[in-house]
């Protein structure tokens, strides 16, 4: 298992980065709130998870182990793949899906594209012994400030998680006053979950 993979970053997209080690590009699958802390030609280290299939080798990032972990966690639930356990921590932190698990907070896991009521029910009854109890004292799920534009990162994130580009101008709106009321650069976490919710009003 490659644990983890450190090195400058050599190039950023919606959805992964590509991290220089030992002169060779490793392509890695990140969260847009881990994209969010790299910046090209800077030095990075993110805990990974290599997730093996018949035609592929795809490797996971991640800002830190316990993020990692908790990825790897999610997928021992029946009908959690990588994609879904992704998604799952690009909405919520760790401790906030560890709080909504332990709390039995079934709306919190609705919040996730691709998880429906009876999917949340489900996944509440498998996970409550897996991921264990929280370790902060709350807060918000996601929330890293970024200093690149927030509305392009907001918009790739929503793009990442399967949202059509339409929806996700019409997303990117409906938070803009949100935005600028933000002292300073804009939380992109934040508002990434309250784009998510505009989109689950709407449909």
């Known amino acids: 298992m490659i644990a983890f993979v450190s090195g400058p970053v050599a190039a950023l997209a919606p959805d992964s980065a590509v991290v220089e ?36 080798l795809t490797l996971y990032g991640f800002a830190d182990d316990d993020e990692r972990q908790t990825f790897e966690l999610l997928q021992t639930a029946s009908g959690v793949g990588p994609r879904l356990a992704q998604a799952m921590l690009a909405v919520h932190s760790p401790d906030a899906l560890r709080r909504a698990v332990s709390t039995g907070d079934e709306k919190a896991l609705t919040a996730v594209p691709g998880i ?55 997303a990117v709106s409906a938070v803009a006053p949100q935005a600028e009321a933000a002292e300073g650069t804009p939380p992109v976490g934040q508002l990434l979950k309250a784009a998510l919710q505009t989109l689950n009003r709407a449909r």
């Open 21 to 56: 080690v030992g002169g060779i590009g490793i392509a890695v699958q990140c969260t847009p709130n881990t994209l969010s802390g790299l910046r090209t030609g800077q030095q990075t280290r993110l805990a990974t998870s290599l997730v093996v299939r018949e035609d592929s």
């Open 116 to 170: 429906g009521r009876k999917g949340a029910q489900k996944l509440l009854l498998e996970l409550k012994d897996r991921l264990g109890e929280p370790f902060g004292t709350g807060g918000p799920a996601i929330g890293t400030a970024v200093t690149t534009g927030w509305r392009d990162q907001l918009h790739a994130a929503l793009i990442s998680l399967g949202y059509a580009t339409r929806e996700a101008d019409e």
